[in-house]
């Protein structure tokens, strides 16, 4: 709505954006982003879907009619001009608590102490990059800054990570500045947070942990991995709390899910970097946003058909609301995904079954009645596609969807068995699981390939040292 106003006051035409009043100081920040500070906004009071017909019906009435026709026939008040520090500007000398003080008064921080981006600190990361400082790696919504190497660098330092893993950040930057994931997305209201997978020898070279409690932090590269995440779409792209952050409850960020490509290799599955294009063994980095996740703990048996019932059952039970992501928001959308723990993987991979076969099991098994999914998309929530039937006779959704008027045919989550990942970490003899549920196209899986600078080996020897 905002993106379409500041397009119609750019070409000259008034425009009025009707906004649910949790959502006025976004739209005042979005509106920054959108270099139009002083887009005419016009109050929508309380929230429209806890509200009766009549309530709503008085409310546009008596609250934001005035405004529109306000914003439609009344200059907009000029807007202050932002200046920001030039990226070798320095803003601040003082002690290591005196520099965290500025940060966090100045919202740069994430409440947590950070490492001072120091010049001579930001150089040592520059170091371990080939591209220049002020190269532009894309522009990140919805402050509408850019995404520099110069910049990730500096937040790389504040997340506490180390010089040598800025060819994993680089690449970070650019997933997060592809127009597939949405980053514009990451402060809607579910609270859904990105999980960063990794794969490639990198994962050796940088000791990420892979084996147990690969999701816990402790690990250095694995936690401040995640934690510069976090940071740069703090800083760079804008989104905080009570401003452009409006998770509902939300979660904090996720450490980095590093593969065992080893065990991968051993029973002759490929890793997720194959499944979103690359080749085996290419350091790359995929990017997903999950709304939450849950164990599938003490998996039993020790064949496919004792084992994958539960599991499948499990992918079912984390998917509800997120179904609008398969059919309504965004048709075939919705990519969740599940993490096996190593023995579970072996033992599946020795009954001869491939990750396809997995995909498969859960595309054929992790249904639910169709009438349950229609509730989901329109009658629990206040989406407006209520009938499968209409919109597989519109040949929006595969026919799978409706292939009789039985309310109670089992349809499947997504549309066809590849949309599910399937991952392979952890505790490499416990019989657990984990499964994410999926944002959709508010945070779709995207993959980079994490690009190594001249003499790299060379110069992470030299880092090592150290």
Known sequence: MLRASAAAEDAGVPSASLVCEGFIGQAGTTSVGLGMPNLPLALVPGHVGAQSTEELRRNIREVTCDAVLANLIEQPAEAASITEPSPREIVFEGSFEEVNRLFYENQWSDGLPIVPPTLEKIEEFLAFTDPKPDEVLGILLPDSRAATIWSVAVNGVMA???????????????????PDYGVEHSGNTPGGETLITLNGPI????????????????????????????????????????????????????????????????????????????????????????????????????????MMPYIADAVLKQNGWQLVFTVGTSLGTLRPLLVLSPILAQTLARAGWSKQDVKQYLYDHARLPARKFEAYLGEWTDHPIRSLKEQANLGKIPKVFYESDDPERLVPIVFEPDDFMVAVSGDLLRTNAYTFSHNGILGYTVAKQIKLPKDWATKLARAKAR
């Not at 970097?273 to 290419?282: K, N, R, T, V």
Request: charged share 20%; with cysteine.
């Open 203 to 306: 994962i050796k070279e940088l000791n990420f942990n892979y084996e147990q409690g690969v999701l816990r932090d402790g690990f250095m590269p694995n936690t401040s991995v995640g934690r510069f995440w976090r940071l740069y779409l703090r800083n760079v792209a804008g989104f905080l709390l009570h401003q452009n952050d409006k998770a509902t409850f939300g979660n904090t960020w996720r450490v980095v899910l590093a593969e065992n490509e080893e065990v991968l290799k051993r029973i002759g599955w490929e890793p997720i970097s194959a499944d979103m294009g690359f080749a085996a063994g290419d350091n790359t980095v995929t990017i997903a946003r999950y709304t939450g996740g849950d164990l599938i703990a003490s998996v039993s048996g020790d064949t496919p058909a004792r």
């Open 160 to 178: 506490g990570c180390r010089p040598e893993y800025m060819p994993v950040l680089v690449a970070l930057a650019e997933a997060m500045a592809d």
